[in-house]
């Protein structure tokens, strides 16, 4: 092998191990952010409530969430009632006229396209709360128990969530 040859060689494997390094550090950094990993699946976000800066997980209640090729579906019992189902979960306590903020976790990316939040007073009266494009919305004024729906519509499908509301 001749000196030039011997030259072209070497420099031909010192750009492979530095591409290769590349390579594995994008790999790396995808992976820490989540974004190449199997952390985030076909189904639609975890909805959190923050209140008064306190952290409630919402209940996933009904959805059908499209990711790719891949649909993942949950109806809600047809005789099943809102206000019942939320009646059932752990109560989130609150201060009159609390502001509260919707956050979604553990999803991948969606184009939200609505929000509707419903306030449900009894098994046949529920107002609906005005929400803000920073998904904040403001918690009644009357104390007493409640149960909050809130139903998402996005480009991925639509999401309903129940929890329980004790205003004091």
Not at 59 to 65: R, V
Not at 79 to 96: D, F, H, M, R
Not at 113 to 121: M, N
Not at 125 to 146: A, C, H, M, S
Request: net charge neutral; glycine share 6%.
């Amino acid at each position: 092998m001749n000196k030039l040859s011997k030259i072209s060689f070497g420099a031909a494997i010192t750009i492979f191990i530095i591409l290769a390094i590349i390579v594995i550090g994008a790999i790396y950094i995808f992976q820490q952010d989540g974004l190449l990993s199997e952390d985030y699946s076909t189904f639609p976000p975890e909805g959190k409530l923050i209140t008064n800066n306190e952290e409630y997980m919402l209940d996933l209640e009904a959805y059908k969430w499209e990711v790719g090729n891949s649909v993942s579906e949950n109806k809600m019992e047809q005789n099943t009632s809102v206000y019942a189902l939320g009646q059932k979960k752990s109560p989130i306590e609150v201060n009159k006229k609390q502001m509260a903020k919707l956050l979604f976790i553990k999803h991948q990316e969606f184009k939200l396209e609505q929000i509707k939040a419903y306030l449900w007073r009894d098994e046949n009266q529920k107002e609906e709360l005005k929400v803000e494009e920073n998904r904040t919305f403001i918690l009644p004024n009357d104390p007493g128990n409640y149960v909050l729906e809130l139903n998402i519509k996005s480009n991925r499908g639509h999401v309903q969530y129940v929890g329980k509301i004790v205003v004091k």
